[in-house]
């Protein structure tokens, strides 16, 4: 299928060309048809799939229908809400790129920065609006938002703002809007809560799934090392220096995780820094600038704040931490191995990470390979607690690694 056989406005038909984008992909070829017939749709898909055009193309090739070429005073015609600021920032620059050739305009709010240029580009009036929800809601308790004129709602990453305690805000928000919206709901996974947002929320909505989030990229390469908690950092360093890695996102649980790992690869002169809630946003939009721009070669994220970020071709993805939610390690391993290009993914797994492992093998229904070459493997072997110190070499008996490997000869019971 082309874009041209989607009935698409010719001047949006020219930004796709200028944008190089050939055909649509899977998510496109489904719901660009939904959304343009006028039907509510409920959309499986996870970020990398092209779901953002999938609902950006058919909202701005209907508004240009609607509003036309006028210049008349702008209402907010569509909303689209969304978990982070760092989405919210890279739908609204899909917005711009691919109706550069209409005169639909949008722009994008968040929280954590002042209101006030945000209320003036509000007030002049703008076509499609972005949002996270708490300065969604702030904005329109101060009568700043008119969602009276809304022809579409968009509820993206769904299940992101389930997680994050947005929930109740999202449903609020629903209720602002008129009863007559298109409303389109997209999520990478089905949680019962989305199912139950969208049986009370949506009318009669068409489905539409891709990739299922239990399916990893096949061009995805995984291994995972076992290695000591305490060693995690050292091991990262050797990987880097010796597969020459100098593109690669890191995940880590915490934000204080993060800055460790930064702190370390820093002090071994790799360029690397961090991305997470703790940053202000124009901290974290320069990182994540300098990291596109290949200035910056190892991006350490948190899963919160690495959720969105939109990059092309990225050829290797570590979980310093593995996940305790195995579908979050489908979503960060995504994120290499895009657009036909290969990947590899990474994972660090301590002892006490191993059920996280177990878990994630169930998902993928794929056993990940062990790397056991490299210098600073986790005992596979549970130690005999029976078992008496060899005294007969102090030496030995003083470097916990060589105990380890007399243990390991011993005693065959691996640890997981
Ligand atoms: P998303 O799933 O919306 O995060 O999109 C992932 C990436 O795919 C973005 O960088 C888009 O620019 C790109 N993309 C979206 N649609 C197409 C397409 N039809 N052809 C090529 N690239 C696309």
Redo the contacts with the bound molecule.
């Keep these: 299928m082309t ?1 041209s056989e989607l009935n698409l406005l010719k001047n949006i038909q020219q930004s ?1 060309i200028e ?7 899977p998510i ?1 070829e489904q719901a660009i048809p939904i959304i343009l017939e006028g039907t509510d749709l409920v959309g499986c ?10 609902f950006a193309i058919p909202i701005i090739n209907t508004l240009h229908r609607i509003v036309g070429s006028s210049n008349k005073k702008k209402y907010i015609r569509t909303l689209v809400v969304t978990p982070t600021r760092e989405l919210a920032i ?1 739908i609204d620059e ?1 917005f711009n790129t691919y109706g550069k050739y209409t005169n639909i305009r949008s722009m994008v709010i968040f929280g954590g920065v002042s209101q006030v240029p945000q209320v003036d580009q509000l007030k002049k009036g703008i076509d499609i609006l972005i949002a996270t929800p708490g300065r969604l809601l702030d904005l329109h308790k101060q009568g700043f938002i008119d969602l009276d004129h809304l022809h579409f709602l968009v509820l993206d990453e769904a299940d992101q703002m389930l997680d994050m305690g947005f929930i109740n805000d999202v449903k609020k928000i629903i209720k602002l809007t008129p009863d007559n919206r298109q409303t389109l709901l997209f999520s990478a996974t089905m949680p019962i809560a989305i199912r139950e947002l969208a049986d009370s929320f949506l009318t009669k909505p068409k489905y539409v799934s891709v990739t299922p989030i239990s399916s990893t990229a096949e061009n995805v390469k995984q291994k995972v090392y076992f290695v000591g908690k305490e060693d995690k950092r050292k091991l990262l360093y050797h990987i880097i220096r010796n597969d020459k890695i100098n593109n690669a996102l890191v995940f880590t649980r915490t934000k204080h995780g993060a800055d460790n790992v930064v702190k370390a690869l820093k002090k071994n002169g790799v360029s690397a820094e961090a991305i997470h809630g703790d940053k202000s946003q124009n901290a974290r939009q320069r990182v994540l600038e300098g990291f596109k721009n290949n200035e910056i070669s190892i991006l350490v994220a948190t899963d919160i704040a690495a959720r ?1 970020i ?1 990059i ?1 071709s990225l050829p290797y993805v570590v979980n310093f931490d593995l996940p305790n939610i195995p579908e979050t390690y489908v979503h960060r391993i995504g994120r290499t191995g ?2 036909g290009n290969s990947g590899m993914a990474i994972s660090f797994c301590a002892k006490d990470e191993k059920p996280y492992l177990q878990d994630i093998e169930k998902l993928i229904r794929l056993k990940v390979k062990i790397e056991e070459d490299h210098p600073y493997p986790y005992s596979l072997v549970e130690p005999d607690p029976e078992a008496k110190p060899d005294l007969r070499n102090k030496n030995k008996a003083k470097n916990p690694n060589a105990r380890k490997s007399e243990v390991s000869k011993k005693n065959k019971k691996r640890w997981y």
Excluded: M
Aim: no cysteine; glycine share 14%.
């Design positions: 874009f796709l944008e190089g984008y050939e055909n649509p992909t496109q898909a996870q970020t990398g799939t092209g779901k953002t055009a999938a890279q899909s969105g939109d092309e895009r657009a």
